[in-house]
């Protein structure tokens, strides 16, 4: 226990007997040969001690070293599962927030698409529309330039039912009154008659029947007042 602890390893005994030995020492030179035994023996104690503790020391940092060993690989244990964790919940952050920009930027690319397919048709419709316009007026104006000068006056109103057909088969719709009347507006029935005689040569068109203007002269006309002698003769009246 005394070596333990640090304290002088001489026991009681030997106490004990140094004491005694230095009573019984005589003077001279076994009392300068005892001193010196004193001192080596002293000093190899002191040595073994040093030792000792140096021994116990070391001891102690290895433990200390080997306990600091596996705490440090369990917290690097703990730090890569923690960081582990924390880069997988990263990678789902991620991972969500790219799905959205990308649904974000398809659906705006698919309503720009749609626009501009959208902005497209109705420039081709308005293209369309141009060139029908066109080409009416440049093959009127060809028929015109080649034939316009043997057509008479007679000719030219003949002509005219079979270019309202004409005219009306190429515009059908709602507006089609209105885009005849502009029709005959811009170009002279002389142009257009030569237009439906070269279209009736192909076979294109057929001629118009001659009662369609009639009747339409018939009805901007005011109707004839009915006498006695007329009322009598009309279907109306014969069927009753």
């Known amino acids: 226990k005394a070596k333990e602890s640090g304290k ?14 230095r009573e019984e020492e005589k003077p001279g030179e076994d009392t ?9 023996q002293a000093k190899k104690e002191r040595q073994e001690q040093r030792k000792k503790e140096k ?10 070293a080997e306990e600091d060993a596996v705490e440090a ?4 244990e703990r730090e890569a599962v923690e960081g582990k964790e924390r880069k997988k919940k990263k990678a789902e952050r991620d991972a969500a927030k790219k799905a959205e920009q990308d649904r974000l930027v398809a659906e705006r690319k ?5 626009e501009k397919e959208k902005k497209a048709n109705e420039e081709k419709e308005r293209d369309r529309a141009r060139l029908a316009n066109l080409s009416f007026k440049k093959q009127a104006a060809k028929v015109a330039e080649t034939k316009g000068a043997e057509l ?31 029709i005959k507006s811009t170009m002279s029935d002389v142009v257009v008659d030569a237009m439906i005689k070269e279209a ?4 294109q068109i057929k001629e118009a029947p001659a009662a369609k203007p009639k009747a339409k002269t018939k009805a901007k006309t005011k109707p004839k007042k009915q006498t006695l002698k007329t009322a009598k003769t009309t279907p109306a009246a014969a069927s009753a």
């Open 152 to 182: 008479d006056e007679a000719a030219a109103k003949d002509a005219e039912s079979a270019s309202a057909v004409k005219i009306q088969s190429m515009f059908r719709g709602h507006k089609a009154r209105k885009r005849i009347a502009d």
């Open 110 to 114: 698919a309503k720009e698409k749609e």
């Open 200 to 203: 009736e040569g192909e076979g």
């Open 32 to 40: 300068a040969l005892s001193e010196e035994e004193k001192r080596k």
């Open 8 to 21: 002088s390893t001489v026991t009681r005994k030997q106490r004990k007997k140094l004491k005694d030995a």
């Open 73 to 76: 690989a369990a917290k690097a």
């Open 55 to 64: 021994a116990q020391k070391e001891a102690e940092d290895k433990k200390k």
